[in-house]
C-alpha cells in the first residue's frame, strides 16, 4: 500500500500527508514541495490500549501506536488490534486500509508485519 506524502527540494525533509501550507521543517512550499508515495511501512516505536474512550467511532479497548515509516515520517494511528499482544518496540508494522465495523469508510491501521 502507497500513502500520498511529499519531499521538500529544499531539504529534502520527507513528509506525511501531503498538504500545501509548506515543509515541516524549513517553510519552504509551492513548487519546492514535490510528491512522493511512500510504502505503508514501518516500525513501532510506542504504543498504549485505550480501555475508555468517549468518542462513538470506535470502541474500546484499542491500540494506539506511534509508527515511524521507512521513509522518515512518524504516524500515529490506531493498531488493527484489539489488545497488546505480540506488539513490543521495534516492531515491523504494515499499514492497509480497513472499514470499521458496519461503515464504509476506510481508515488507515497498522498491524504486525509478520500476521
Do not use: N, W
Not at 40 to 64: K, M
Not at 72 to 78: F, K, N
Amino acid at each position: 500500500m502507497l500513502l500520498f506524502g511529499q519531499q521538500c527540494r529544499k531539504c529534502g525533509h520527507t513528509g506525511f500527508p501531503r498538504q500545501i501550507y509548506g515543509c515541516e521543517m524549513c517553510g519552504a512550499y509551492g513548487e519546492m514541495l514535490a510528491p512522493q508515495e511512500l510504502e505503508a511501512v514501518g516500525v513501532l516505536i510506542s504504543f498504549a490500549e485505550v480501555h475508555r474512550y468517549q468518542g462513538g467511532e470506535i470502541e474500546a479497548p484499542f491500540v494506539i501506536g506511534e509508527i515511524r515509516l521507512q521513509s522518515g515520517p512518524l504516524l500515529r494511528c490506531t493498531l488493527d488490534q484489539r489488545g497488546e499482544s505480540g506488539l513490543y518496540i521495534g516492531a515491523e508494522m504494515r499499514g492497509s486500509l480497513t472499514a470499521p465495523t458496519g461503515e464504509r469508510a476506510s481508515e488507515l491501521r497498522f498491524r504486525l508485519a509478520r500476521d
